[in-house]
């Protein structure tokens, strides 16, 4: 039988991972899957049902009842709760903070880790996130740590807002992302930590096409 492609990225909020592995996923011509996108839509769902995040029954009975629909495509995924498509709707700096909060729940994980096996097993995958290559896919081909500084990550950061057309200043986007950091490497269940084989790949200073040529490389490697 012939065995899917899986390519694991992970690493730190603000490392260039989703734009990556995006660009990989088109020239590749196989599905990008943004598992954070799937963290920050409990933390969403919470949100607009007034359910205070730090408060985990009653997180957890959100997701019981939670309504979200995945749809991934080579070009990016969509992801849809209640019927409605929120896939840029929660790419806000509070909702990324909400999702690392609803993200440290063990049965949260649970559920959202089985619906990324699910789609790993059905498709040829490049999937990013935190415990990719640790814990959802511990057997993809290829596993890629990517990295960058925390004042590099939060100036990316501050010019996506920026291009919003978002009011923000540099040192609360860096205390932010240092904040996220620390919770996402910390917590009790599947922190973000460097897998085995992973090929770690720091992209301070480097440009999205440099990284992704990196990677490429890596995967031409890997899969011969
Ligand atoms: O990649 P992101 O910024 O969209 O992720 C939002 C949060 O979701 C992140 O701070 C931690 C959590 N997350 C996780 O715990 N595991 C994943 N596989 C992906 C995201």
Do not use: W
């Not at 969403?44 to 959100?62: D, H, I, P, R, S």
């Amino acid at each position: 039988m012939k065995q899917n492609i899986a390519v694991a990225i992970d690493g730190p909020a603000g490392s260039g991972k989703s734009t990556v592995a995006k660009e990989i996923a088109k020239k590749l011509g196989i599905l990008y899957i943004d598992t954070g996108a799937m963290y920050r839509s409990v933390a969403f769902a919470c949100m607009k049902q007034g359910v205070v995040l730090e408060n985990e029954t009653a997180v957890l009975a959100v997701l019981e009842h939670l309504d979200m629909k995945i749809l991934p495509q080579t070009g990016g995924q969509h992801i849809f709760l209640y019927g409605e498509d929120v896939t840029e709707k929660i790419r806000t700096q509070e909702i990324g903070a909400g999702a690392s909060v609803v993200a440290a729940y063990s049965k949260v994980r649970e559920k959202l880790v089985e619906i990324q096996q699910q789609l790993s097993k059905a498709h040829d995958v490049i999937m990013d996130g935190r415990d990719i290559g640790t814990k959802v896919l511990p057997d993809a081909q290829v596993k890629i740590y990517l990295d960058a500084s925390v004042s590099e990550r939060a100036k990316r950061r501050l010019g996506e807002l920026e291009a919003q057309g978002k009011q923000a200043d540099l040192e609360s986007v860096e205390k932010a992302i240092a904040q996220r950091d620390y919770q996402d490497m910390h917590r009790e269940h599947s922190p973000l930590c460097k897998a085995e084989d992973v090929v770690v790949l720091d992209s301070t200073g480097l440009d999205i096409a440099t990284v992704t040529e990196k990677i490429l490389e890596i995967i031409t490697e890997k899969t011969k």
